[in-house]
């Protein structure tokens, strides 16, 4: 992580701690976008993390990133999304360039625009690099209509990036739909967990010029594994961190509070003591990957992109584990709203079945390791 990005960095983990984390059961219960948090986030220039430096932005790549999704994602997991789709559109706005880039950059960077992206669709599921939604050209510009699934953001964000095919239908282009262009939003998030990232169906009716589009015609593709990728899979993996983190935290303080009639806390069983110990392990060894990853994909490492793949599924799965552990630790406290433990466990759920999903990670892993395409 450069110096240039080390104060940033610190001031967002003080917003996730005194802003962020205070709003994050409200945000869950009542299943409400986090708007407070972003603007907060976006009051102290987060949102300009990964927006270049000549756009006004931090300049920061993908270690900064993990760290600040890691102590978002630790405050609120809807947030930590929120803000890691952000990440990605201005990372990929940035990496594409384009006609109006420098425009939606600068805006980002002030904390102005709150970016996402818009890929997946119903019909491709988990492949959601192979969208079925086609532009035409019309009247000079370029008409998009369809309809995207799991919009993170969705009817609260700005700016929209769009992946559709292109006219021959044999490449991928990438434009920027504003929010008030011809989208319609289909009704609300009802996940499992994550309640407040506002993941829903988006249709598409609009008519955008030429210097909308992100990277030059037919480089969609490029833009995908080049850069929304390695982006992607590095912000969810430290979101899922700081999920593990947030439920370890949790754990400590409830087995070493907790206290008998006879004055032995939980934390003196032997038991407890080893499930403590595993979720410390596990969070640590997932951070330390994650971390690595993100180093890798920095350098521009040539095996960075299995590293990167790979620390998604550890992550994911570490949270998965350790969310589960703090609930047997803390038993009928953690089932109930008392404790964020039960809240932590249903965040941590969703990252194995965000695309590319960790089954589909692993056979493009075992692809790259065999030396055949990916994907």
Same mark, same amino acid.
């Not at 983990?13 to 984390?21: D, F, G």
């Given at each position: 992580?450069?110096?240039?990005?080390?104060?940033?960095?610190?001031?967002?983990? *003080?917003?996730? %701690?005194?802003?962020? =984390?205070?709003?994050?059961?409200?945000?869950?219960?009542?299943?409400?976008?986090?708007?407070?948090?972003?603007?907060?986030?976006?009051?102290?220039?987060?949102?300009?993390? /990964?927006?270049?430096?000549?756009?006004?932005?931090?300049?920061?790549?993908?270690?900064?990133?993990?760290?600040?999704?890691?102590?978002?994602?630790?405050? !609120?997991?809807?947030?930590?999304?929120?803000?890691?789709?952000?990440?990605?559109?201005?990372?990929?706005?940035?990496?594409?360039?384009?006609?109006?880039?420098?425009?939606?950059?600068?805006?980002?960077?002030?904390?102005?625009?709150?970016?996402?992206?818009?890929?997946?669709?119903?019909?491709?599921?988990?492949? #959601?690099?192979?969208?079925?939604?086609?532009?035409?050209? *019309? $009247?000079?510009?370029?008409?998009?209509?369809? %309809?995207?699934? #799991?919009?993170?953001?969705?009817?609260?964000?700005?700016?929209?990036?769009?992946?559709?095919?292109?006219?021959?239908?044999?490449?991928?282009? !990438?434009?920027?739909?504003?929010?008030?262009? +011809?989208?319609? #939003?289909?009704?609300?998030?009802? +996940?499992?967990?994550?309640?407040?990232?506002?993941?829903?169906?988006?249709? #598409?009716?609009?008519?955008?010029?030429?210097?909308?589009?992100?990277?030059?015609?037919?480089?969609?593709?490029?833009?995908?594994?080049?850069?929304?990728?390695?982006?992607? /899979?590095?912000?969810?993996?430290?979101?899922?961190?700081?999920?593990? &983190?947030?439920?370890?935290?949790?754990?400590?303080?409830?087995?070493?509070?907790?206290?008998? &009639?006879?004055?032995?806390?939980?934390?003196?069983?032997?038991?407890?003591?080893?499930?403590? =110990?595993?979720?410390?392990?596990?969070?640590?060894? @997932?951070?330390?990957?994650? $971390?690595? @990853?993100?180093?890798?994909?920095?350098?521009?490492?040539?095996?960075?992109?299995?590293?990167?793949?790979? &620390?998604?599924?550890?992550?994911?799965?570490? =949270?998965?584990?350790?969310?589960?552990?703090?609930?047997?630790? !803390?038993?009928?406290?953690?089932?109930?709203?008392?404790?964020?433990?039960?809240?932590?466990?249903?965040?941590?759920?969703?990252?194995?079945?965000?695309?590319?999903? $960790?089954?589909?990670?692993? $056979?493009?892993?075992?692809?790259? /390791?065999?030396?055949?395409?990916?994907?």
């Amino acid at each position: 992580m450069s110096s240039a990005t080390v104060p940033l960095v610190e001031s967002v983990r *003080e917003v996730a %701690r005194e802003q962020v =984390a205070p709003a994050a059961a409200g945000v869950d219960r009542d299943r409400l976008f986090p708007e407070s948090s972003m603007r907060a986030l976006a009051q102290r220039g987060a949102l300009g993390l /990964l927006v270049p430096e000549t756009s006004g932005g931090a300049g920061g790549g993908l270690a900064a990133l993990v760290e600040a999704c890691e102590a978002v994602g630790a405050a !609120c997991a809807s947030s930590g999304m929120v803000f890691l789709m952000h990440s990605v559109a201005a990372a990929t706005v940035a990496g594409g360039e384009g006609e109006r880039a420098g425009e939606y950059l600068e805006a980002m960077a002030a904390g102005d625009t709150l970016g996402t992206l818009a890929f997946s669709e119903r019909g491709t599921g988990a492949h #959601f690099y192979a969208p079925e939604l086609a532009a035409e050209r *019309e $009247n000079g510009g370029v008409r998009i209509s369809g %309809r995207k699934s #799991f919009v993170t953001s969705g009817g609260h964000a700005d700016v929209y990036l769009v992946l559709v095919k292109a006219g021959d239908g044999e490449e991928l282009d !990438c434009y920027a739909v504003g929010g008030d262009d +011809g989208v319609q #939003f289909e009704g609300s998030w009802e +996940g499992l967990g994550m309640a407040g990232n506002s993941s829903v169906a988006a249709q #598409f009716d609009c008519l955008v010029d030429d210097a909308a589009r992100i990277g030059a015609a037919g480089e969609g593709q490029g833009l995908v594994f080049g850069t929304v990728a390695p982006v992607f /899979l590095a912000g969810l993996a430290a979101v899922n961190v700081g999920i593990a &983190s947030a439920a370890l935290a949790t754990t400590v303080e409830h087995a070493s509070g907790r206290r008998y &009639s006879d004055g032995g806390s939980l934390a003196e069983i032997q038991s407890i003591q080893h499930a403590l =110990a595993d979720m410390e392990i596990t969070t640590r060894a @997932a951070r330390l990957v994650v $971390n690595d @990853a993100a180093r890798l994909g920095d350098a521009g490492d040539e095996g960075a992109l299995v590293a990167l793949m790979a &620390s998604k599924v550890i992550a994911t799965e570490a =949270a998965t584990s350790v969310t589960q552990i703090a609930l047997e630790v !803390c038993g009928g406290q953690g089932y109930t709203s008392a404790l964020p433990i039960e809240r932590h466990l249903r965040d941590a759920r969703a990252g194995a079945v965000m695309a590319p999903t $960790n089954g589909v990670l692993r $056979n493009w892993i075992g692809k790259a /390791l065999a030396g055949l395409p990916v994907p």
